[in-house]
């Protein structure tokens, strides 16, 4: 679609995330803190994505951590990811496309306007 920046491909999403998961992990797993590090480098770096909330941060780590060991994998941490990048593109593409579409609705109507004719006005009559 034109005008809208491309989404990042799997393999660009695994290369950025495993970057920002390698300079955070102890071992293989990341706790609270770091996870929320290496997810605001991973955003900071897709262009078309808001930055989450502490709210978000800690809501996210709970849903992965499900057995409440205070840690997640890179499984858990890309998946967070990937979803966020396909939810926010989506998002961002149905505005653009409903914008486009008011855009060349408000276009049609403003052509069907100046295209029909128009009555001159009745000349005054001398009574």
Do not use: M
């Not at 799997?10 to 955070?24: H, K, P």
């Amino acid at each position: 679609v034109t005008g809208v920046p491309s989404p990042l491909s799997d393999s660009q999403l695994l290369e950025i995330s495993g970057t920002a998961f390698r300079s955070v992990c102890v071992g293989d797993c990341v706790d609270r803190e770091r996870n929320r590090r290496a997810l605001s480098f991973v955003f900071e770096r897709i262009p078309f994505v808001p930055r989450p909330g502490d709210r978000w941060y800690e809501s996210v780590f709970q849903n992965y951590d499900t057995e409440q060991r205070g840690h997640i994998t890179f499984n858990s941490f890309f998946d967070i990811i990937k979803q966020y990048h396909d939810f926010h593109y989506n998002k961002l593409l149905r505005t653009y496309q409903s914008r486009q579409h008011q855009h060349q609705h408000q276009h049609q109507h403003a052509s069907r306007q100046h295209s029909q004719p128009r009555r001159s006005p009745t000349p005054p009559t001398d009574c």
